[in-house]
Each structure stands twice: as C-alpha cells, then as structure tokens.
C-alpha cells in the first residue's frame, strides 16, 4: 500500500492545524464584532491596562478555541489508534481472523495493512505448523507399521529356527522366509532415508549425457528374473536407436526401476507390460502401460504421495514401502520434468516426460 503526500498524517495534521487557526481567528474576529456592536467596545479604542487585558483575554479564548477545533478535526486518529489498539490485542490472543478496517491511504492505515499482513502470515505459518506436526504424527506411524509388519515375521520365523525341533527342508524355507523378509525391511529402511533427503533438498542432481533408449534396456535386463517369476511379457517400443539428454542416470535409473517395480507388482494380473518411448518438440515422453487391476478414480491423484498405498495393495505379498512413486515423482520433478498417472480399462499408464534438453541427439 502506497500513501499519497496529500493524504498522508503530517499532511491532514498540517491541513487541521490550519483550519483550527482559521477557526480561531474566525471566532476571535466574530467575539470582537459582537463587543463592538454590542457594548461600543472596540479594542482599537483602549489603552494601557485595558488594552493589554483584553489582548490577554483574546489570547486565551484564541488559545481555546484553537485546541478544541484541533482535538475535534483530530478525533478520528484517536478513534483509529484505538481501533489498531483493539485489532493487535485479538492478534496477540490468537484471533488471527481479525482484520483492522482500511479507512484511509494515511500512515496509520499502513501500519493497520502491515498488521493485517503479519496476522495472515502468522496463522498461514501456525497452519504450516499444525500441518507439518501432523505429517509427522502420520510418518512414524506409517513408519512403525511398516518397519513392525516384517520385523515381527522374522522374530518369529528365526525363534521357530532356533528353538523347535524342524525338518531340514522346513528349517531351510523359514530361514529363506527371514531373509526374504529381511531384505523387504532392508529396501523400506532405504526408501525412507532415500525420500527423507529429497524431502529436505538434500539430493543433488549430478549431470551427465544420458542415453535413455540404452537406461530403459538396461532395465528391463535387470528386471527379466522378476518378469520371468510373475509370468510376464514385456515390450519396448521406439523409433529411435538414441535419444540423449543431460541428467543424473542414477536417478533417473532409480525413478524408472520404481515405476517398472510398481508395475509388475500390481500389474502382474494383466501378464503384459508395455514401454514406449517418444519424442516431439523438445519433450521426451515415456510410457509404462500395465494391463492388470485397475487403480480406482479417488486414488489417482494420490498415488504420488508418501506411504499411499491403493487399499486391494496392502498385503503382504504386494505391499511396499509405499514410497516407491513419491521418490520417482521427486526425481523427475528434480529434472523439471513431469509424472503422471491413468487408469482405464486399457491399461494404467505410468507417463513421464522430460525436456530434450540436448535438442535430441538421435541416432537413426
């Protein structure tokens, strides 16, 4: 907020000053008349003593009537004052709702806006506060419940390997179910340290030249044992032998590992994985199209958040960390690229676009 000079406080105290001494000599100028017309008593017409008596007299009602004109013209900085007095005593007690009204362009209406500014930011950072308390609250609970889940399955598979008398065979299969475990719990430790620093800006994108026809390959080489297990094809489709961007390979071989995982994990049903990869004016788009149970219309938009979980996914079998897609939207999000998600009866796709930021190097 912008005050003009000429509404400005020192302006109106001028300007009220000036109408006062207006006022005063006004009046002064009315009383002398009346004397005259009156009694024939003209200060004109004394001398000595009385002249100076009068002039006294004069000075004295000048001096009145000039302060009760200037207290009258001013009253409404009081009345203001005290409306600011009353507006910072609800802030200080918590009523950030409270709004001081915006009667003029003067000093005092800009120290009213500057406490109006400070009471939003204020309940705004409270809110941040009680928001932030409460993501915390949901974290080590969501943490606990997962971190219990597979913890409480290995006690219980190892007390049974240590302390009953167990078949060869059965001893080994309990020993591989811990492990099995132990590797889950492993993988959820390291998501959450993983998210944890993107969370705090901790992770840094180191650049490189980055060829993600050949980061895809490679991927799915790694994931052929998983494909083999869960009974499902795959297919990779492109144009290109090449498409070369600047960015961190690591991470983006993270992001895309967690979105082929996601994929095969709740879309094993489907027995089908699709991967295209396009380009078109700067903007590289990869899909990950899965074929099995669909992900419900309410969910969509909050696959991406940390510890969410479809509910049909929370089994044993199925259930991750629920960290997987928050650590893949960071990543990309870190490349200024975008993720998003769509279900249908065709398929869920998984789409990913980044910036050609090496206006494509292609390889034809």
């Not at 699709?274 to 700067?282: P, R």
């Amino acid at each position: 907020m912008k005050n003009s000079v000429f509404k400005s406080f020192r302006f109106e105290i001028v300007l009220y000053s000036l109408l006062s001494l207006i006022y005063t000599l006004l009046s002064l100028s009315v009383i002398n008349i009346g004397m005259y017309l009156v009694l024939d008593i003209g200060f004109w017409n004394l001398n000595g003593t009385k002249a100076v008596l009068a002039f006294m007299i004069n000075l004295t009602i000048g001096i009145i009537v000039f302060i009760s004109c200037f207290l009258l013209l001013t009253k409404k900085f009081v009345i203001y004052i005290r409306q600011i007095s009353e507006g910072i005593s609800e802030i200080s007690q918590g009523n950030f709702d409270s709004k001081i009204i915006i009667e003029n362009k003067d000093e005092f209406s800009l120290i009213a806006d500057k406490i109006n500014q400070m009471a939003d930011d204020i309940k705004e950072i409270m809110e941040n506060e009680r928001r932030n308390e409460y993501a915390k609250n949901e974290l080590i609970t969501s943490v606990a419940h997962d971190l219990r889940t597979p913890l409480t399955s290995i006690i219980g598979y190892l007390d049974l390997v240590s302390t009953k008398p167990l078949a060869e065979e059965v001893r080994r299969n309990y020993v591989e179910i811990a492990y099995n475990k132990s590797k889950r719990l492993e993988k959820l430790i390291e998501d959450l340290f993983t998210y944890t620093k993107f969370n705090f800006g901790e992770v840094k994108a180191v650049y490189d030249e980055v060829d993600m026809v050949k980061l895809i390959d490679q991927l799915l080489d790694e994931f052929y044992p998983s494909f083999k297990d869960n009974n499902i094809e795959y297919r990779f489709e492109t144009s290109f032998n090449s498409v070369v961007i600047m960015a961190d390979g690591g991470l983006l071989a993270r992001a895309f590992a967690n979105l082929i995982s996601n994929a095969i994990k709740y879309g094993k049903d489907g027995k089908q994985i699709e991967i295209t990869l396009s380009k078109d004016d700067g903007i590289i788009t990869v899909n990950i199209i899965s074929f099995g149970e669909l992900i419900p219309k309410k969910d969509l938009d909050r696959i991406f958040t940390r510890f969410y979980r479809v509910e049909s996914s929370r089994s044993s079998e199925t259930g991750g960390s629920g960290l997987g897609l928050a650590i893949a939207q960071s990543i990309i999000l870190l490349h200024e690229g975008m993720i998003k998600a769509e279900s249908s009866k065709e398929g869920t796709v998984f789409t990913v676009e980044l910036k050609d930021n090496m206006n494509a190097i292609n390889i034809n």
